[in-house]
């Protein structure tokens, strides 16, 4: 009832000071745009004009810092344009008058003062209705005793008299007062959208593309860390391997004829040095998506992951639906990220992965009992974990104090 009575009040506030901030903006800029059109022909109207639109713009930054008020979110301000370095007076005075935002500001001036108008009265009236009707009784002994006068209740014909009168009154302001809240939000909401639409849209929109656009820079990023890390990873294990595993054959090759224990013992070296590289390109796929997440899900995909880390793993998968394969590959890279970091640098005795679904989020958190001291800063084991998450619009947080224990929680949009 409190968050009620204090919303409404908000509202009330917002649209009784809105009318007169809506009347003094109308005419400003009416009459701004008036003298500016007709001076054109002598350039005296292009600084009218410029002054007219930063007048509208700064009763639109008055608009938009009310509106947090009515629609309970930050707005984003808009990216006016600004006058190069070095540019001339005549430059810097057509500076306000370049852009889309600018002639925005200007329309919401016109459009705002008739839609403030209709919902300035709308809830006032309201008000006076509740207000007033609730209180008849208190005065409407006054006006019963006035001769010739006819109500509201006789004229529909109801009866005349003091207590008819009260009876009709109260029920009428206590129909008003339940009706109020949503009335006046009705008409705050309705205020404050057009409000939000003109002075705030085009900028919400511009931060909509940036964000898409880091995203697309993040992910080019993740993915070209990714590539260097896995050739590396292959020229420093496997491929040399593979050399000396060509130079043993070679060698055994040549001692077969002359000296067939020796070419046996370096066979068995050989056999042992395919063995470790069958290992360590096994550990290298895994920062490559496998067969068992696309065909079996994420639960599946996870349980393989942790039986190959040399760290015991705890897994509490609480989620066993299927997502977007964005999505899936995500987690997948994440968890796969976050258990070879575990292994080689926490030095931990144990580790619990955890991923569960809390509305249209997916939550994984992996936590063991190392040393600590993980972050995500660039050149460390989890610098690509954030870029991952933000192409997905994800969030990484990293809990790693020194000494430990170490949580890292991924949030992961899923919806």
């Not at 070209?224 to 054959?249: K, S, T």
């Not at 809390?358 to 870029?387: C, E, F, N, P, R």
Request: aromatic fraction near 6%; charged fraction near 20%; hydrophobic fraction near 45%.
């Amino acid at each position: 009832m409190r968050r009620i009575l204090r919303r409404l009040t908000g509202d009330t506030v917002y649209l009784l000071v809105g009318f007169p901030l809506a009347v003094i903006a109308f005419c400003l800029v009416v009459t701004g745009l008036s003298a500016g059109a007709g001076l054109l022909v002598v350039w005296v109207g292009v600084p009218v004009l410029a002054l007219t639109v930063l007048v509208a713009r700064g009763m639109g930054d008055v608009e938009r810092a009310r509106l947090r008020g009515v629609l309970g979110v930050d707005l984003v301000r808009p990216r006016y344009p600004r006058s190069p370095s070095g540019a001339g007076w005549f430059r810097r005075m057509l500076t306000p008058l370049a852009g889309g935002q600018p002639w925005l500001d200007t329309l919401h001036a016109l459009v705002a003062f008739p839609v403030a108008t209709a919902t300035f009265c709308l809830s006032l009236v309201w008000w006076a209705v509740a207000i007033s009707g609730l209180t008849y009784p208190v005065y409407g002994w006054f006006f019963s005793e006035i001769p010739d006068n006819h109500g509201l209740p006789e004229l529909l014909g109801l009866g005349r008299g003091y207590a008819i009168d009260s009876v009709f009154y109260v029920l009428l302001g206590a129909v008003a007062a339940l009706t109020l809240y949503p009335a006046v939000r009705a008409c705050a909401v309705l205020q404050a959208s057009l409000a939000r639409a003109l002075l705030t849209g085009v900028a919400q929109l511009q931060e909509r593309i940036d964000d898409l656009t880091e995203g697309r820079d993040a992910a080019a990023h993740a993915e070209a860390n990714a590539l260097r890390r896995l050739e590396r990873d292959i020229h420093d294990g496997p491929q040399q391997r593979l050399v000396h595993l060509a130079m043993e054959l070679s060698r055994a090759q040549r001692e077969l004829g002359r000296d067939a224990a020796a070419a046996r013992e370096t066979i068995g070296q050989a056999i042992t040095a395919t063995r470790e590289t069958l290992d360590e390109l096994r550990a290298l796929s895994r920062g490559i998506a496998p067969p068992i997440l696309a065909d079996r899900g994420l639960p599946s995909a996870l349980a393989a992951l942790v039986s190959r880390c040399t760290v015991p793993v705890e897994l509490d998968v609480q989620t066993l639906e299927r997502y977007p394969a964005l999505v899936e590959n995500t987690v997948y890279f994440v968890t796969a990220e976050a258990l070879t970091n575990v292994a080689k640098h926490s030095r931990a005795t144990s580790c619990r992965v955890t991923l569960t679904r809390i509305g249209d989020t997916l939550l994984l958190m992996i936590g063991d009992d190392g040393v600590g001291g993980a972050h995500v800063a660039k050149g460390h084991g989890l610098s690509g974990l954030a870029d991952r998450l933000r192409v997905v619009e994800g969030e990484l947080t990293v809990s790693s104090p020194a000494g430990g224990p170490t949580m890292i929680t991924a949030e992961v949009p899923c919806g």
